[in-house]
């Protein structure tokens, strides 16, 4: 790595990250992948860890092992706090970095509309950190119930509310229903496992509003199949501890779940360019920030209109834009012309529970088993590592066949142990 | 389970635990089996996570799935605080339990003899929880390596220290030598992994005292061939952050991890029974504590004297004292009369890093290849469920053939994040 090479400086290792650095592993540049966290997540299964699922280990892979044969890249546990005002440099949580070019792929968190003292009560699902605390809550709310003698308390734990009929949303929601019909049977001697609510609560008139109608409505049917009780046109006005209002309706819940909404990641103001209404940078044709050529934004963190329509934030848009940041810095270290980004949308999928999904691949419309098979093959081809594909088919095999979800382990002592809050 | 039957209740779902509820499962008691966690850990392997071997998820289960099909029995999420002192009910973090018949299994933690202040900087190893926080420090130790910029800080933070020549010090310092030697290879650019030193000290002229002087001699070549520095005769003799004193010699280093004294836990305390130096209670040949014939005491907990010599503290001894302690409440409760405990001695085997152990099977003592093979299908064999047998053999495969560890996730925000202390 010559020292007189352009430094290339990426925050955040998502799809986002990666696919920049790894489009730069040939190039005549030094880069610098950093990120708070030691691994790279596979998003689309997060709720699968959520759920007890998946371990963590099966979705998420050491950076810095993904880059190894990439002598040109270092790999750096450190946080982004802002970049400097002469956008030559980014403070870290420890001291500072010159940068040539910047990519910045930091991502979003949950957004609670102006509510952030929501948060404690209703946790959201962006990193692995909130998948394992998740876990924990819909688990211990199992526990407790087990050991209270309060009929009226045994019924509160055993409601569960989701909150955001996006993807994530739906995946929770299918998946705590899969496991109080199924995997708990048995397990239980005060009440039957089958006796918990499940509840999703959409503002909109409809769920999933990035698919098409007929998808829609199988997601629909597919849900209420599981026995989650649907409520649409529902916005939540009030959330506390272990209760919420939503669509004028005052429920107790044990544990509820943040799906509904997203802000970018605080960073993005330090630019000092304006924001999109949730915070997002509006990038330049070419993904860089306007006025500052050499800071590039991709992934969620970027808002990015294309034939009229805002790009959605899936990782399909987050990879192609790393992808094409890369090639951009590329090209202007060697004095050639940029070019526009232009995203190809190859489909969407989301899944129902068990053995159903809904696909929605241009003109093909899957819903049910055959988008369940689709979406289940598609998601291990694409993990990282011989290693994971191999761990995520087998659990899912016996999973399947064993309707268990083999790693339901209360861990930790953050947030909450065996105190008396669930 | 009708009411009128006899009542016996369990703490701890640990080895000896999980055996007296499996030995009642047909019997006419109603059995409580209570647990502060949800889940019983293959203490052996435990090792195992706090190298990054494999997942938590890999070596736990939960318990009340365990013991589903067992409809006289209920688990419940509960921590014993004390037992009353008419010895007719527990008491528990929250409310009381009454009992007829109780069998205390919960084991014991680590023993800083006389240090607690130790604690802190020399995390030990008894729980999931301490597995991850282990795993955690010794990879955020490399993390920081790589970002410091001061050599003398780097050295400090690439010296591993084990305390304690035992079984767990054994295994902790071999897996940490095979990482640093070949598992983290490429994927820095500050130093060379191969650069970090770890560090074995024991108090005792010996290692693995339990194991015959041929053994203990091949667990040190193969200590040694993995690079360990090992230093005997070398009690420690004060313990600070990233320092410590042992054998008269200063040492600076970023992670220190004990495996030197066990105790056991506070609840024997409230039995106002005379207790062994190391907290243990000394019980009955039956298994039952003097003068309270209706609370046994097995496992870790109990001290029992055989043949002149102190059972160790080990799963096998766990797992027939249950049985046994079962077999005589079952008696009790017929009528019939109780039968003395003794332990069958089937071998004790301890492993150091890839591909070596040794194994003391009574006339039979093997030493590495042969020892780690035989080491490795005994563990498999013993874990709980099919799923974790197949997830841990196929791990360990992996492992071998491609020198990785597949699970170096730094996770979780207690005890420290990437704040200044490492």
């Known amino acids: 790595m010559p020292e007189t090479q352009a430094h290339v400086v990426i925050a955040g290792g998502g799809f986002g990250g990666i696919s920049a650095a790894r489009a730069l592993a040939s190039g005549a540049v030094r880069v610098t992948l950093l990120d708070r966290h030691n691994y790279h997540v596979f998003q ?11 371990s963590p280990e099966d979705i998420a892979s050491p950076i810095r092992w993904m880059l190894r044969h990439q002598r040109n890249t270092r790999v750096l546990l450190a946080e982004l706090r802002s970049i400097g005002p002469d956008h030559g440099f980014v403070r870290l949580d420890e001291g500072e970095m010159a940068y040539d070019h910047l990519v910045l792929a930091t991502g979003v968190r949950h957004f609670y509309f102006g509510h952030d003292e929501w948060e404690p009560h209703a946790p959201g699902l962006k990193t692995l950190d909130d998948a394992l605390l998740i876990r924990k809550r819909f688990l211990l709310a199992y526990e407790r119930a087990e050991r ?33 019909r199924h995997t708990l049977r048995d397990e239980f001697r005060s009440f039957e496992a089958g006796a918990s609510r ?24 597919s849900l209420r199949r599981l026995g989650v009780e ?64 050499n800071v590039y934004v991709i992934g969620d963190l970027a808002a990015f209109e294309q034939d009229g329509h805002e790009l959605p934030g899936v990782a399909q848009v987050a990879i192609q834009q ?47 088993w055959p988008a369940w098979v689709a979406w289940l093959f598609l998601h291990i081809m694409k993990l990282v590592g011989f290693r994971n594909r191999l761990a995520v088919l087998l659990q899912w095999a016996w999973a399947y066949f064993t309707y268990q979800r083999s790693v339901r382990l209360i861990t930790g002592t953050s947030d909450e142990g065996q105190g008396n809050r669930v």
Chains 1, 2 share one sequence.
């Open 44 to 54: 689309p299964l997060l709720y699968q860890v959520a759920t007890a699922g998946l």
């Open 148 to 180: 209270t003698a309060d009929p009226v308390e045994r019924q509160r734990l055993l409601t569960f509310v989701v909150v955001g009929g996006g993807p994530t949303g739906v995946e929770l929601a299918g998946a705590l229903a899969e496991i109080a």
């Open 198 to 221: 499940v509840m999703l609560f959409e503002a909109a008139p409809n769920i999933l509003a990035m698919y098409p109608p007929d998808l829609q409505a199988a997601a629909e049917r």
């Open 230 to 293: 649907l409520r649409k046109n529902s916005p939540v006005t009030a959330l506390g501890p272990h209760e919420l209002v939503a669509g004028g309706q005052r429920i107790a819940a044990g544990t509820i779940l943040w799906a509904a909404g997203v802000a970018a990641s605080p960073v993005a103001t330090s630019l000092a360019v304006p924001l999109d209404r949730a915070g997002r940078v509006p990038v330049e044709p070419d993904l860089s920030v306007p006025g500052h050529p």
């Open 322 to 368: 790393g992808r094409h940041a890369a090639d951009n810095i590329l090209r202007s270290v060697e004095g050639r012309a940029r070019r526009p980004f232009r995203y190809r949308d190859y489909g969407n999928m989301a899944t129902i529970g068990r053995a159903a999904a809904i696909a929605d691949l241009g003109p093909l419309h899957l819903s049910g």
